[in-house]
Each structure stands twice: as structure tokens, then as C-alpha cells.
């Protein structure tokens, strides 16, 4: 008997399933107390951990490739790591941990002018030996039928097929399980484990039903080594579409049986087996059938012919002939790890040694409900030459087909009929090419349309990193500015950091659930609770009735509703909670409470319909220099737009949620809290109690991710929670679940830019007016905030003499949006750099050389008169446009371009100033408490949270510099009200520079008190000095010297005159230079991103991986922003893309295969500490150069086709917008119905 190993998701796997199987968790891997394994080891000694939520899924992906393949290649390791998804580090750092593994990995990062980030030599190998044995007991286990009977469910293992088919007759209607990937819930019967394999025989291959498709995509490798040529033709289409079927993770689990029978038109076999000519084997109790898979074997979306009583036994799989061929397509929302939006299976037949079609097969899946056939189309084909005259009818006659009105499911109607055509171009033209190389005598492929037959593979992504090592005069013993691993990095990938949901419950400890409304605007009539508060183990129903407190609370000039009274505003919205002993109950008691509404007028959810409503919030704010008219009349050119930018979910991995632990006393609680806004949490949980804030202490220990989303939403789950804890007297625990988390706390605003440019014929910027509407949702929020950061960009790096910009937000009735990385700065940016876009184009210039021409140079002033120097900034573009060979490049795509028809390449180069700080003086403190306890060990407790971007690194950094101790010897145990109390949120890329100083004024105020002891003892340790004081202190009360300090560090005074258009809105700006290569199909829209470079002026660095883990987090989750995520509501304002399957976020092979980035060196910065600078948010806007060279190898393919390159494109530049751009052929067909 052999043992496999296999990664699975936990959260798809029904615990029944594992009857058998030994689970190994990343606590049976390795552990920081005992030995870490050295996957556990490399991923944090290379920097891939910054909140280190994703890497026990990441160190259990890559432990279970190498207990299987010893020495993985690099596409192992991509394989095996593209179902994991990480949303901090960019996964450049993952990889470059794992690589060590690989025998020849010749594309490790190579670090220039700098210490090692890591030193792979030192690693240790792995010892087999650290591994577990798979338990011995386990593999005596006898085939018997197995019952496990739940509280509702009844799950049955049969021991055989016999059995199976008994059960099958005695209990038709419970469904059969194989993988369980499609999640059902119910009474079920587990597929009998003894029907898996895969037969390879003379004329067919037959795969078992249960097989798993990992079994069957390494057998079919197998087997195609083996088979001639043409017997294997179809085997390849079917591989080709297996390596892009969901992650390895869901194929070692998902059987090929359930893809076919879950006749689900997303899934991607059913028409590459269709197109192959499978047939299946059916069995039940009174014999089997054959029935062949065909459209008319899926009768409606999850039905098909099979009767209630029946088994799917095999699939049956006959090899490809001589003059057979086949090819298999799919299209999806990003590269991979995506349900496709197209996909299909085409085989064609000829007539011996001709180039007659014989017979022709096509199938598509997402065209229709089920799987559709142009069983027409095709017979009209038979006959006919393999020509271009083939090649056009076949257009026109599979058009006509295929059946997809505009209301279809799922939209993207015009998108999916060009992929229609597009994917048939695609195989006429690989036909054409076989035949060719034939020896028939048809006509040759252009070499200009060989680019229509290469897929888009990316390679695992490789770079270089570079920065300033230290001074060699530094102490050795002196962290700051050295590339430390973050403090928790072992702690993340060995499963032991904490976050508070692996907080044990406390005794007694229910579970909250909240109802929320499903309507976008109504009135609430009634609320029946009856059947949800009989049901087992619920306990209470909370609503606005129920609040000690205030339900309201004030925020600018609205008030604020906790639970939702009268009136709901959105779907989405707090109405009321559910209270049970378990999350399951208090699960299923939420969807049994039954609100009644009456709908309300208006509803409207865009940023076009609030404005023919006039639905806005006030402020309206404007900034303006010059004059914007009169330089309008001095242009040579004027040009009027727009650009629409959809938002962007958060999509941090640890979703929002709290516990809350009543203490008993006058309304104490506890709240164990994921938040980067404590002191906000607190304030309003008071405010719902009915308490003094000092009875409310929150306790923030690290945040799996927050990306700004996690400091308003989260103050109101967690004063609902400490409402229930109040109520019940006990602790009480709220875990949002993903779908519920982004339909509850929203997301980036979306915005819309409108512009009036007026500019010279050499690209000179003269006057631009624009107006930004952001969608702000149904309440205020941040958005006010956010607008006035976007204002305030409006400028980025170019000195436009006259400017103005005014901003709006649209009250809609949408879920309020919030903060999110950039805070407004992605937007507005991305408005400025549209326009600079569209005056090149106009101008028939470089986008790049109009940026250089209406560049700020030296000592400048923005819009709103903050005087700031702008040579790094220019130093930034020149030396990223130098180490990214940006005009030898440049010229290399027109090249490119020009030889290639369906693939086209797009570079562009895009600086950013972005203001670091808050806009409001008193925002810009910090605050540190600095315990040293008599041992001389530090307690450091500051006014940030750690979220990932290694704010407690770099603050025992600092305290470690100046308290010349070990870093080892300085803990942070966590952020809590009770030690810094009325502290700022961490946002703005502000953190590090109001914590660090006030830790460094702390450290300096402990080292000058203690001073005299030092200077009376000069040759006495730490410990010693330390031991002394304490002494001292107990013997002599009144002593002067204390040891701790709190310490508050005022930072600076910025503010904003809005009448005036003036003031110091940042402290500083942090500069850099981002260039992006990407090469598009322009037949399905699909992009890969080929190479990118940042420069970044980040003063001198504190730690430069951490920083560098910024810049590149930032950069790849702008990429998504700007590319793949794209977020869709239906028509009644529910948001529908709730989960990942739906929103796509960038996966591992959405990552540029060349990433480099560069710290501009020689560089300070004397407004912060230790001339640092902040890093946080800048660079998620660089996911905008991809989108522009997007835009440019777009434009090059509509030049082939006479169109003008001045076009919109709206970000997100999804597969689907980037196609019906590249306007063609087939898009004109589709348009018009007929061919040009
Ligand atoms: C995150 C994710 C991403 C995915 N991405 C893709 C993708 O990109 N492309 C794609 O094609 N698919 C994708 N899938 C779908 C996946 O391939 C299917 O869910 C899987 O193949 C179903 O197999 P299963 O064994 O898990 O089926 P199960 O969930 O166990 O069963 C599915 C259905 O089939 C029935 N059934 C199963 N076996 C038999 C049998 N032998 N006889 C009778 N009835 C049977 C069951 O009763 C049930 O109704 C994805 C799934 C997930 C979760
Ligand atoms: S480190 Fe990967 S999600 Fe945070």
C-alpha cells in the first residue's frame, strides 16, 4: 500500500471524509519551541510573512510538494502555491523562500549594493526524520460500511460498490459525495473509495468516476509520454484545461464525476469530454447504461439524465485518430485560479489526407444554462474546405446558434459571444497550421497571426532587490536600518502567533450572528423572531431595543445608527443579532428571523444616478491656483473626459470580528479586538453601553491584515458584541465570514474623474479643470476625508499653473464605502495620470515624455501652496526609467508590435508624491509606554497595531538603538487601551513616524534619567543599572528616577485652508517611479504582467525588507485594483461578488515575472525618524502603470485596424474591457451581426 500526501482546503473537507487518513496541520510540521521545519523557516527567514494570516497555507502547500517530490522544479512550486492566496507580501518573498528547495533555481532575487536579505547557505535542510509516520493502525482498516449520525445529518461510507448501490436504491434522493468541492450540506452518502482509477487501455482510456482530477492530469501525463502523436491529440486539450481547473488543492480533492454531474456551465470539462466524444457508464442496483455526454445529457444547471437511483460508474474516453484534432479554450476574470467565463472543446475530423471536415464537434460552456452545442453549425460545415470562406461562415452560423440574450445569467453578453468567435479563430487557425505542416496544401498562417496560437505562461517571478547597506561605522549591535525578519515571522509560519479567533473560548461563551437587511431602502414593519428563538442553543435577539446605551452616536454632522430602527439605507445593514451557544445555531437561528419592509423611493446606486438625484454630502471642497479659464484660451489644444475607477474589497485574510468578556463590575469589558482604530472601538462601544470609556479596554494583539478597513466597520460589530455580552452576563464571540464581511464593511470608493485639459502642441499642460465624484454609499464615513486626500493629489508630480479640482460624494444607497491603502490617493492619481495619457495621445507623443515636460524639478509648490523639493522625485524617474531600460524597451514593443497581430505589449512609466501624514495636526501623535522590569527586560507598548507591516520590528529597532540592549531583550505584548490610551488610528503610512518618535522620546527620557546611575557605575551592565534603580526606588520612595514612561510625541501642525487653497496638508511627501510591462491577447483580453520596476525614495530606511515588503505588497494589491478585482451588485443593490470565487485578487501568477525594486539611495528626510520616511500606502497606485500599458498595447491593436488611440478605459481593466477594446473583426461581428 503506498501513502500519499495531499494539501486540501480545510474549509471544503467534511470531517467524515478523513475516515482513514492521518491529518497533519502546520503544528505537526515544526514548531519554534521544538525545531522548525525548514519550509517553516525559509518562508520567514526570506521576509514572505508580514501578517502572517496566509503562511501556515502556505508552509502546508509547499511541506506536502516536497513530501512527495523531494527536489521540486520551479512550475512545482507555482503549482503547488496558486491555490494560496496572500494579500500583504506580494508573494515575491514566498517564492524567493521556497526556491531554495529547487536544485537549479537560477532566478533567486540578487541583491546589489546591500547586506543579504537572507542567507540561504545557512539554512537547514530538511530531515526526514522530523516528519511524522503515517499511523500503522491506519492502514489495517477493514472495507465496511461506516454510518456517522450527526445532529441533522446522517453521513454514510459504503463499504464497496455493491453497497453503494444498495444504499443508492434504498435512499435515492441523498446525494452522493465524492469531493465535496461543490459544498453540500445535508444528509449524504460518501462515493465509495474503491471505484478510483484511471485504465489506460489499446483504443480508450476509462477513468473511474471518484478519480480525482490531480490522478487524472498525472496519469494523462504519463500516458501522453507513451501514446502516438495522433492517439493523444485529444488527451492534450484535455490536460491543457485540467492544469487550469480551480488549484491543486481543490484537484486533489474534486473528482471528475462531480465536474460532469454538478451540470454546472462554469465548469470546464464537461466540453473538452463532449468534444472528445466520452461516454459514461451508469449503474444501479438493476444494471448499468451507457449514455453518451452530450449537450442533451445536462437537462438544467445542476440536473442531469442520471435518475435518483443511479451511479455514475467511469467515463470512457476514446483516443484521437489520424486527421482528428482537437483543442480545448477557456477564458476567465483573472490568469487562473478562476471559474471561466467561456470555455470549450472543438474537434474536427477530415477526410483522409484532405482538408475536408468530415465531422466537427463544438461545445461551450458558459453560453447558456447548461452545456450548448452548435450541432448546426457544425453538420452546415461538413463538406467544406478548411478556408477562410470556412472561417467566416463558421462565425456567422455559430453566432447565430448560440443563444445568449442581454438579460442572460452572469452578463458579459457581448464579451462572451467574441469569445465565441475568437476562440473558433483561434482553433481554425491551429488547424490550419497542422494541416500545413501536413503537407496539405492549404494556406499558410501569417507570421503576424502566430501569435493567436502561443498561450500567456508566467513563470515564477524573479528580481532584483536594492538598497543602502548601513554605514560599516554602525555598531554591530545597532538595529536600526538593518533588513531584520519580522518579529513574528517564525511565530506566522509555524501557526503560533495568535490572532483573536485563536483566542480559547471562555467557559460559557455564546456566539453572535447578525441579521441584516435585504433591502436597499425600506421602512422596517415587523421583525418575527418566534421561530429563530426557538430553535436549539439560541439564547437572545438583540436589536436597537436592546442597547444600554446610545444607539446613535454623532459623527460630523449625522448621527450614526448602530441597529437599524426605522429605515434601512443599503442592504447590508445592522438590524439585529442572533445569540447562541454555537456558531452554527447562532447561524442557522439568523436566517429564520423574519423582517417585513415596505420599500422605500428612491433607490439608486451609481455615482450617475446620485447625481440626477443631486444626492451628495456636504462639504463640497475645491482647491484652485492660476486661472483656470484664462489658461483654457491660451492652449493651443482643449480635450474634455472621463475615467470611471470601480472600488476594491479589502479582502485582508483574517476577516472583522471581536470577543468581548464581561468583567462583571459597573459595565467593565474586554474586547480581544482585530482593529487599527483601539481607541475608536472603545469610544463607541462606551458610547452603546452607556459607560465611561475607562470601563471598556481593548485588547489588540496583531491584525491578519487591515488595508485601512479595519478602523471604522469594526467599532460597530464590536459595541454589538459587547452589547450582547452585556446583556448575557457572558463572553461573547463574533467571527465574520467572508461573504458576510464584504457585504457588511465595503470597501475602496469607487470614484469618477470629469476633465477639461488645456495644453500646448508639445504636451505642455496649461490649465486642467476636473471634478472627482466618489460614491461614499449611505453614510459618511471617511469619505470626506478621502475626497479631500484625492483634491490633494490632484497634482501628483506636475506643475499645471492653473488647476482646479473640485470634489463631490454621492449619497447612495450602497453599503458605506471606507478607508482602504491610499485613501483616496489611488483615485485621484489615477484621474491626472489619465489626462496626461490622453494629451500624449492627442499630441501623437510618449506618455512618458509629457510626464517629463510637466514634471515639478527642485524646490516647487503644490496646488494648494505646501512648498516641497521635488529632486528625488526627479532622481526616482531617471533612475527607474535607466535600470528598467525604458526607451530601449520602448523601442523593442513597437518592434514586438509590429510582428505580432493578436499579441500586443505595453510599457509605461508612472511617478508619485504622495503627502504622508494626517490632514489634521492633533491626528499626528504617537505615543509609547516603556516598562523595564527588575531582570532589565523591556515592556514596549505603543499607540500602533501590528497588521502585518512590522511596526513592532521596527519599534524594537529604535528602542534597541537607544537603550543599547538586545532587541531580544524588548517585548510587545500587545496594543491595548488600558496602557496608551487615546491613541490614533495606524493609517495614513503614518504609523511608524508618530510611534517611532514618541518610543525613541521614551527611550531617550528612560536613558537620560538613568544617566547618572550609568556615569557613577560606567563599566556595570544593562541589568546591573537597571537592578540598582529598582532598589533604590523601593528603599528611598520619591526617588526622582521611575521605570516607565508614557510618553506623547506631537507631530506635526498640518492643516488645510479650503477657502483659501493653501496650507501644509502632509509633513512630508514621499516620492517614486513605477514602469510596467505587460503583453495582452487581444482574442480573449487575458494580460501578463512581464516585468516591473520601482524606484522608491523612502529616506533612509529602518529596516529595508520591510519596506521593501510595503512597496511591493502595495504594488501587487494596486494590480488588482486596477486589473482583476471588479466588484458587481445586482440590480437590487446586493453586492454579488461575496467570496473568492467571484472577486479574484491577485494570485501568484498574476505577479510580474521580473520585479524589481530599487531604495533610491543617498537620500534623507529630517521630518522623521531617523530620517525614514513612510511607506505604507504610495505604492499601491504603481498597479495604474500596469493598467497603462494595458492602455498602450491596446492602442497598438487598434492601430492595426485604423482606430484612434484616444479611447476610454475604465479601471478595473478586466479581460473583458480590455477585449471589446481591441475592437476587430469579431467584435464588429458581434456588434452588427455580420462580418467586415
Ligand atoms: C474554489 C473552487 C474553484 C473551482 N474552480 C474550477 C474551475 O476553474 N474549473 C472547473 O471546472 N471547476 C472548478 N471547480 C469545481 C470543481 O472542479 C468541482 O466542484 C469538482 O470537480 C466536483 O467534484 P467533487 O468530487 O468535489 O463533487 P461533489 O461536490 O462531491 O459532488 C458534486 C455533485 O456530483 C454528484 N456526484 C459526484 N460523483 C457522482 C457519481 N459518481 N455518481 C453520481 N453522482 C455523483 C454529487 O451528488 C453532487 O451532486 C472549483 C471548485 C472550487 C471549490
Ligand atoms: S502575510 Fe500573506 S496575507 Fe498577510
Known amino acids: 500500500m503506498s501513502i500519499s500526501h495531499f494539501s486540501v482546503n480545510a474549509c471544503l473537507l467534511p470531517i467524515c471524509s478523513l475516515n482513514g487518513a492521518a491529518v497533519t496541520t502546520v503544528e505537526g510540521v515544526g514548531s519554534t519551541k521544538t525545531k522548525m521545519h525548514p ?19 502556505m508552509v502546508m502547500s509547499m511541506y506536502t510538494l516536497l513530501r512527495n517530490t523531494p527536489e521540486p522544479s520551479m512550475e512545482d512550486i507555482q503549482e503547488a502555491l496558486l491555490g494560496n492566496l496572500c494579500r500583504c507580501t506580494g508573494y515575491r518573498p514566498i517564492v524567493d523562500g521556497f526556491k531554495t528547495f529547487c536544485q537549479t533555481n537560477d532566478s533567486t532575487s540578487i541583491l546589489q549594493e546591500s547586506d543579504d536579505t537572507f542567507q540561504a547557505d545557512d539554512f537547514r535542510l530538511v530531515d526526514p526524520t522530523q516528519d511524522f509516520i503515517f499511523p500503522p493502525e491506519l492502514m489495517k482498516q477493514s472495507h465496511q460500511r461506516m454510518v456517522f449520525q450527526g445532529e441533522r445529518i446522517k453521513w454514510i461510507t459504503p463499504a464497496d460498490l455493491e453497497d453503494l448501490l444498495e444504499l443508492k436504491s434504498q435512499y435515492p434522493h441523498a446525494p452522493l459525495l465524492a469531493g465535496n468541492t461543490t459544498c453540500y450540506h445535508g444528509k449524504t452518502m460518501q462515493i465509495s473509495k474503491t471505484v478510483l482509477s484511471v485504465k489506460i487501455h489499446g483504443d480508450r482510456i476509462t477513468l473511474s468516476a471518484a478519480c480525482t482530477l490531480t490522478t487524472i492530469k498525472e496519469k494523462l501525463e504519463e500516458a501522453v509520454k507513451v501514446l502516438p502523436e495522433e492517439k493523444s491529440e485529444g488527451l492534450h486539450a484535455l490536460l491543457e484545461t485540467l492544469g487550469k481547473v480551480a488549484s491543486k488543492q481543490i484537484r486533489n480533492v474534486a473528482s471528475v464525476g462531480g465536474n460532469i454531474l454538478s451540470s454546472n456551465p462554469k465548469f470546464d470539462l464537461c466540453s473538452v469530454l463532449a468534444a472528445l466524444g466520452c461516454s459514461l457508464t451508469i449503474l444501479s442496483k438493476d444494471g448499468s447504461r451507457k449514455l453518451n455526454l452530450t449537450e442533451g445529457f445536462f437537462t438544467a444547471v445542476g440536473k442531469t439524465a442520471l435518475k435518483p437511483e443511479e451511479v455514475m460508474l467511469s467515463v470512457y474516453i476514446p483516443y484521437t485518430k489520424k486527421w482528428e484534432f482537437m483543442l480545448a479554450f477557456r477564458q476567465a476574470q483573472c490568469r487562473q485560479f478562476a471559474f471561466s467565463i467561456i470555455n470549450c472543446g472543438m474537434k474536427v475530423i477530415f477526410f483522409e489526407g484532405t482538408n475536408v471536415v468530415k465531422d466537427l464537434k463544438i461545445f461551450y460552456g458558459g453560453a447558456g444554462a447548461t452545456l450548448v452545442s452548435t450541432r448546426n453549425a457544425s453538420q452546415q460545415l461538413v463538406g467544406r474546405k478548411w478556408n477562410d470562406n470556412l472561417l467566416t461562415d463558421a462565425c456567422k452560423l455559430v453566432l ?107 467557559d460559557g461563551e455564546l456566539f453572535l450572528v447578525f441579521v441584516t437587511s435585504t433591502r436597499p431602502h425600506a421602512k422596517i414593519i415587523s421583525i418575527d423572531t418566534t421561530e429563530a428563538l426557538s430553535m436549539p442553543g439560541v439564547v437572545a435577539f438583540l436589536s ?165 478597513g479595519k478602523i471604522m466597520k469594526i467599532a460597530d460589530i464590536s459595541a454589538a458584541v459587547a452589547i450582547a455580552a452585556y446583556r448575557t452576563g457572558r463572553s461573547v464571540r463574533c467571527v465574520l465570514e467572508r461573504g458576510e464581511d464584504m457585504l457588511m464593511t465595503s470597501g475602496r470608493h469607487p470614484f469618477l474623474g470629469k476633465y477639461k485639459v488645456g495644453f500646448m502642441n508639445d504636451g505642455t499642460i496649461i490649465s486642467a479643470d476636473v471634478t472627482y465624484y466618489s460614491n461614499a454609499g449611505n453614510t459618511l464615513d ?122 500586443k505589449r505595453g510599457i509605461s512609466a508612472v511617478p508619485i508624491k504622495f503627502g504622508i501624514g494626517f490632514t489634521k495636526g492633533f491626528c499626528n501623535q504617537g505615543a509609547a509606554l516603556v516598562n523595564v522590569y527588575k531582570d532589565g527586560s523591556v515592556l514596549l507598548s505603543h499607540s500602533g497595531t501590528e497588521m502585518g507591516q512590522g511596526i513592532n520590528t521596527k519599534m524594537i529597532q529604535i528602542a534597541s538603538r537607544i537603550l543599547k540592549i538586545p532587541q531580544s531583550s524588548i517585548y510587545i505584548v500587545e496594543t491595548s487601551t488600558a496602557s496608551v490610551p ?14 517611532g518618535m514618541a518610543v525613541k522620546d521614551a527611550c531617550e527620557n528612560m536613558m537620560n534619567r538613568l544617566q547618572p546611575i550609568i556615569e557613577q557605575h560606567p563599566k556595570m551592565s544593562w541589568e546591573y543599572w537597571v537592578r540598582f534603580v529598582s532598589f533604590y526606588c523601593l528603599k528611598n520612595s520619591g526617588y526622582f528616577l521611575i521605570c516607565y514612561l508614557i510618553f506623547f510625541n506631537r507631530g506635526p501642525n498640518t492643516d488645510v485652508d479650503w477657502e483659501r487653497s493653501e496650507g501644509n496638508a502632509y509633513f512630508y511627501f514621499t516620492f517614486g517611479v513605477c514602469c510596467s510591462e505587460v503583453e495582452i491577447d487581444c482574442l480573449t483580453g487575458e494580460h501578463k504582467n512581464i516585468r516591473t520596476d520601482i524606484v522608491m525614495d523612502v529616506g533612509q530606511s529602518l529596516n529595508p525588507t520591510l519596506d521593501i515588503g510595503q512597496i511591493e505588497g502595495g504594488f501587487v494589491q494596486g494590480l488588482g485594483l486596477y486589473t482583476t478585482e ?64 494595458i492602455k498602450q498595447a491596446i492602442a497598438a491593436a487598434r492601430k492595426d485596424v485604423g482606430l484612434h488611440d484616444n479611447f476610454t478605459l475604465n479601471s478595473p481593466a478586466t479581460p473583458e474591457k480590455i477585449r471589446l477594446a481591441c475592437a476587430d473583426q469579431f467584435t464588429q461581428m458581434v456588434r452588427c451581426g455580420k462580418i467586415h
Open 39 to 57: 519550509v517553516q523557516e525559509r518562508i520567514a527567514a526570506a521576509h514572505g510573512t508580514q501578517c502572517g494570516f496566509c503562511s501556515p497555507g
Open 400 to 506: 447565430s446558434e448560440i443563444h445568449l440574450p442581454d438579460t442572460a445569467h452572469g452578463g458579459m453578453v457581448e464579451y462572451k459571444k467574441t469569445l465565441i468567435l475568437s476562440f473558433f479563430f483561434k482553433f481554425y487557425l491551429h488547424i490550419l497550421q497542422k494541416l500545413k505542416a501536413m503537407g496539405l496544401n492549404v494556406a499558410a498562417v501569417p507570421p503576424e497571426y502566430m501569435s493567436a496560437l502561443t498561450p500567456l505562461h508566467s513563470k515564477l517571478p524573479q528580481g532584483q532587490l536594492s538598497y543602502q547597506a548601513v554605514s560599516v561605522s554602525q555598531p554591530l549591535e545597532d538595529p536600526v536600518g538593518r533588513p531584520n525578519v519580522h518579529q513574528s515571522g517564525f511565530k506566522h509560519s509555524t501557526g503560533e502567533a495568535i490572532y483573536y479567533d485563536d483566542i480559547p473560548s471562555i
Open 544 to 708: 436597537a431595543k436592546d442597547v444600554p446605551g446610545n444607539n446613535k452616536r454623532r459623527w460630523f454632522h449625522d448621527m450614526v445608527e448602530l441597529f437599524i430602527e426605522e429605515e434601512v439605507m443599503c442592504v447590508g445593514q445592522m438590524i439585529g443579532a442572533i445569540v447562541a451557544e454555537t456558531r452554527e445555531q447562532a447561524r442557522r437561528a439568523a436566517q429564520k428571523v423574519y423582517v417585513s419592509y415596505q420599500d422605500l423611493e428612491p433607490v439608486f446606486f451609481t455615482i450617475e444616478e446620485a447625481i440626477n438625484h443631486q444626492s451628495f454630502f456636504s462639504p463640497q471642497r475645491k482647491l484652485e491656483r492660476g486661472d483656470v479659464d484664462v489658461g483654457f484660451e491660451t492652449s493651443d489644444q482643449i480635450l474634455e473626459g472621463e475615467i470611471y475607477m470601480g472600488g476594491q474589497e479589502h479582502f485582508y485574510m483574517e476577516t472583522q470580528g471581536v470577543i468581548a468578556v464581561p468583567k462583571g463590575e459597573n459595565g467593565e469589558t474586554d474586547l480581544f479586538i482585530a482593529t487599527q482604530h483601539a481607541a475608536f472601538a472603545q469610544e463607541v462601544v462606551a458610547n452603546a453601553l452607556g459607560v465611561s470609556f475607562n470601563k471598556i479596554t481593548c485588547h489588540v494583539k496583531r491584525l491578519g491584515g487591515g488595508f485601512g
Open 782 to 903: 471617511e469619505s470626506q476625508f478621502i475626497i479631500e486626500k484625492a483634491l490633494l493629489h490632484l497634482d501628483n508630480c506636475y506643475k499645471i499653473p492653473n488647476l482646479r479640482g473640485r470634489g463631490i460624494m454621492c449619497k447612495t444607497y450602497l453599503p458605506s464605502y471606507t478607508a482602504f491603502r491610499g485613501f483616496g490617493g489611488p483615485q485621484g492619481l489615477m484621474v491626472i495620470e489619465s489626462v496626461i495619457n490622453e494629451v500624449a495621445a492627442k499630441c501623437g507623443l510618449p506618455a512618458e515624455e509629457v510626464r517629463e515636460i510637466n514634471m515639478y524639478r527642485n524646490e516647487s509648490h503644490t496646488h494648494f501652496r505646501q512648498s516641497f523639493d521635488a529632486s528625488n522625485m526627479v532622481r526616482c524617474w531617471n533612475e527607474c526609467l535607466e535600470k528598467a531600460s525604458y526607451y530601449q524597451r520602448r523601442q523593442n514593443i513597437e518592434e514586438f508590435n509590429k510582428q505580432n497581430r493578436w499579441k
Open 982 to 995: 487615546n491613541a490614533i488610528p495606524s493609517a495614513a503610512s503614518f504609523g511608524t513616524d508618530a510611534v
Open 1126 to 1189: 471588479e466588484l458587481k451588485f445586482s440590480p437590487s443593490g446586493v453586492l454579488i461578488t461575496r467570496g473568492p470565487s467571484q472577486y479574484k485578487i491577485p494570485t501568484i501568477c498574476d505577479i510580474p515575472e521580473q520585479m524589481n525594486t530599487s531604495l533610491l539611495q543617498n537620500t534623507s528626510n529630517p521630518h522623521a525618524i531617523y530620517s525614514s520616511k513612510g511607506i505604507g500606502e504610495p505604492t499601491v497606485f504603481f498597479g495604474c502603470t500596469v493598467f497603462f500599458a
